[in-house]
């Protein structure tokens, strides 16, 4: 059971789907406020689609945000002959690299033409979401926590490579631990968790495969099954991320593209990482991400989350924390949230109560 002393608004960012969750000191979790709503990359390609029907020029004016349908639709907009212009903030949605994304015929300027739809891009809806709480007299949480998937600044390089090196850099550096892939405050390095910050100063902000996985192991069955050694896995709308975990250590993992996995290629990847032959070029080979492994870790058990697990692993444990699947980010951040503010907080406290007597 995670007890937060203080209300939370938990959001995790997907490629489909933004799911939020809205946490109430004294409320059970299981009547928490709830919400499932299209993701941010999502709207954001309905606008530039809207504009494409019109005819009219789109300006992308806001933040770096994660991509996927947004970019899909500034391509469509672009095939069309129809001009997009973006600020260097917004730019850096569709590459790291601005002279690539001038090359793809996009404008980088910092006002718009006066016949252009401008289009707001930010992984992080505040206004939106605080207008749909109020409708039902719901306060907005003070205290924020909100998953983004980021593969760190990476303007000349592969970003898969990128993202995969610096998640086995913090496995590295925290002994393999699950909560090492968490860093609050996030990598310097992590451009689109820090455009997030920028826009919610103090929010804890996370990323998205890890905290999944994290908010798994509140179901007590997940839990029991933890202790002798369980394959968790993610099966998300763009990405799959699989670990295979004893205990809170990881024994390895591999991140892959999720439409690119079927139910037969999944279970060849589990079976290869459990027995720890798998090869970080053989997951990257195939378009996905990467592959490492510290140890084999011989078991049986696996658990799936996610809006793809039924597809991929219908015959694996369906876990479902505090009886919602969809959630199992949000949980994620409360978890992250109450180890690293509420605890980190209380350790500060006793230390500087020990100091008074010393």
């Known amino acids: 059971m995670i007890d937060l002393t203080t209300p939370l608004l938990a959001i995790d960012v997907g490629r489909g789907t933004q799911d939020i969750l809205v946490y109430e000191p004294g409320r059970s979790i299981e009547n928490s406020i709830k919400l499932v709503l299209p993701s941010p990359t999502v709207v ?112 000349h390089r592969s970003n898969r490579i990128h993202r995969f090196e610096l998640m086995r850099e913090r496995l590295d550096a925290g002994d393999w631990d699950l909560l090492s892939l968490a860093v609050d405050p996030p990598l310097a390095d992590m451009t689109r968790m820090q455009a997030v910050r920028h826009q919610a100063p103090g929010a804890l902000v996370a990323d998205t495969g890890p905290v999944a996985l994290i908010g798994v192991l509140c179901d007590p069955v997940v839990r029991g099954m933890a202790g002798a050694g369980v394959t968790l896995v993610n099966a998300g709308n763009g990405h799959t991320l699989c670990f295979t975990l004893k205990g809170r250590e990881i024994h390895g993992l591999f991140e892959h593209h999720t439409g690119a996995l079927d139910p037969e290629k999944l279970q060849h990847y589990i079976r290869r990482l459990a027995d720890g032959t798998l090869t970080s070029e053989e997951i990257f080979d195939d378009g996905g991400h990467g592959a490492a492994v510290r140890k084999p870790l011989a078991t049986g058990a696996v658990v799936v989350t996610g809006p793809n697990r039924l597809r991929l692993l219908p015959e694996a444990y369906q876990a479902a924390p505090f009886g919602d699947m969809m959630l199992s980010g949000c949980f994620g951040l409360m978890h992250l949230w109450k180890e690293f503010r509420e605890r980190r907080s209380e350790r500060a406290e006793l230390e500087k109560t020990r100091s008074v007597f010393e």
């Open 44 to 155: 954001t390609a309905a606008k530039i689609r809207q504009a494409t029907g019109a005819g009219r020029p789109v300006f992308l004016d806001g933040f770096l945000m994660g991509g996927g349908a947004n970019t899909g639709a500034i391509r469509e907009h672009l095939a069309r002959g129809l001009p997009v212009y973006a600020t260097p903030e917004a730019a850096g949605t569709i590459h790291d690299d601005l002279e690539r994304v001038r090359a793809t015929g996009v404008e980088i300027r910092s006002a718009p033409p006066g016949d252009a739809m401008i289009v707001r891009t930010t992984d992080y809806m505040k206004p939106e979401l605080q207008k749909a709480l109020s409708l039902f007299g719901v306060d907005y949480p003070e205290n924020v926590a909100i998953a983004v998937q980021d593969h760190g600044y990476s303007p």
